[in-house]
């Protein structure tokens, strides 16, 4: 089985500054590891991914994420925020060692960047 | 190149009709998965296409629902009869065959609601 939690149901910060969105998942085997971000009457879009090599991979708008296989996360980081960030943050795993290839999505994260 | 699409963007019905939403993939993409996410709540997977085979409908809640994908192309979900908990914001999306590791692009979600 897989497993995502996104234990913040909202992150508030100022614009500017440093951000973090946090993911912890479970699977059983290897783990691709996925950010999507929603805008208002958006769809979902792709941010990033994790799949082998590099533990920090680099995305879209300036996001990067860390892939911590001891702590089993994925967090979701920007150097500094940008009022437009603003929006609805999902995580997603899938188990790369087989199975349905469906990933299992996190209930999302909502941030909000003060002006 | 045209994003996933999706039909209609909202739909108010009341208990017991019918809804059928509809969904066009990126041209050439084999693959077709369905989702809901009631609010707040995780995105949850429904069901998948290969082409116009279900590959997994391991996610559909029950038989009042049943999805389709004509000549592997654009795919319908119809709810009949709905019900008050099958409101939620119904995801289509889409990835091309071949690479295990490519992302799903998604569209941008039927938001349904059963009064």
């Known amino acids: 089985a897989q497993s995502v939690a996104q234990p913040e149901d909202q992150v508030n910060v100022a614009e500017g500054n440093p951000l973090t969105v946090k993911c912890t998942y479970s699977?059983?085997?290897?783990?691709?590891l996925f950010w999507y971000v929603q805008y208002p009457n958006r769809g979902l879009q792709f941010l990033l991914k994790?799949?082998?090599?590099?533990?920090l991979v680099k995305g879209s708008y300036g996001f990067e994420a860390e892939f911590n296989k001891s702590q089993t996360s994925f967090h979701l980081k920007k150097p500094s925020a940008l009022v437009s960030d603003s929006a609805l943050y999902f995580c997603?795993?899938?188990?790369?060692?087989?199975?349905?290839?469906?990933?299992?999505f996190g209930r999302g994260t909502s941030l909000i960047v003060h002006p | 190149e045209a994003g996933v699409t999706q039909f209609p963007s909202h739909s108010v019905i009341e208990k017991g009709q019918t809804v059928t939403l509809r969904c066009d993939p990126i041209?050439?993409?084999?693959?077709l998965y369905w989702y809901r996410r009631v609010m707040g709540k995780e995105i949850k997977f429904l069901l998948h296409?290969?082409?116009?085979?279900?590959?997994?409908e391991s996610g559909m809640p029950n038989n009042r629902f049943l999805a389709e994908r004509t000549g592997g192309t654009y795919s319908t979900l119809k709810v009949q009869p709905a019900e008050l908990e099958d409101s939620g914001v119904y995801f289509c999306?889409?990835?091309?065959?071949?690479?295990?590791?490519?992302?799903?692009?998604f569209g941008p979600g039927t938001r349904l609601t059963v009064l």
């Open positions: 296409f290969v082409k116009e085979s279900k590959q997994d």
């Open positions: 994790y799949i082998t090599g590099d533990n």
């Open positions: 999306a889409s990835r091309p065959s071949g690479n295990l590791y490519n992302e799903q692009f």
């Open positions: 997603a795993v899938r188990d790369g060692a087989g199975g349905s290839y469906i990933p299992t």
């Open positions: 699977v059983s085997g290897n783990p691709y």
């Open positions: 041209s050439g993409h084999d693959n």
